[in-house]
């Protein structure tokens, strides 16, 4: 009787083990593809994140000479634009380390009213945001 029974077993264990084995190698590379993409994605946040305030402090510092504090003597627009393009670069040991800001200011004047836009673009890494600020005097 035991001899019957091992002859009508045909072995579905072994392709149903290696079908196994062959998914679960399969949802660890896709998972381990996941998880490098997801640190990736991480890192260039913080880059975005660093340039965007890069690009903010540049725009502050713009403004802050064209409308200087009370003891410091005022400064024109018109020298400010004419400066030329400005850049920065951050060298603290946190924050924006190795980070760098251009700011360009355009003036024009229309009836009479003075109008700046400063563009200031903070580069951290490969990637860079832009921040446009527009005034009037």
């Known amino acids: 009787m035991f001899t019957v029974l091992k002859r009508n077993q045909q072995g579905i264990g072994l392709p149903a ?22 640190a990736q994605t991480a890192a260039e946040e ?28 005022t400064y024109s627009l018109t020298a400010e634009c004419a400066a030329g393009p400005r850049v920065y670069n951050f060298t603290a040991s946190e924050g ?8 360009v200011c355009d003036q024009i004047t229309i009836s009479g009213t003075s109008y700046a836009t400063i563009e200031s673009t903070g580069t951290c890494g490969d990637v860079s945001r832009t921040v446009q600020v527009r005034t009037s005097f």
């Open 17 to 38: 083990a290696i079908f196994i084995v062959t998914l679960m190698v399969i949802i660890a590379a896709a998972i381990n593809l996941l998880i490098e993409q997801n």
């Open 46 to 73: 913080i880059n975005l994140t660093r340039a965007f305030f890069a690009a903010e402090s540049g725009a502050g510092f713009a403004m802050n000479t064209i409308y200087p504090p009370e003891e410091y003597p």
């Open 96 to 103: 924006l380390a190795s980070c760098s800001v251009s700011v």
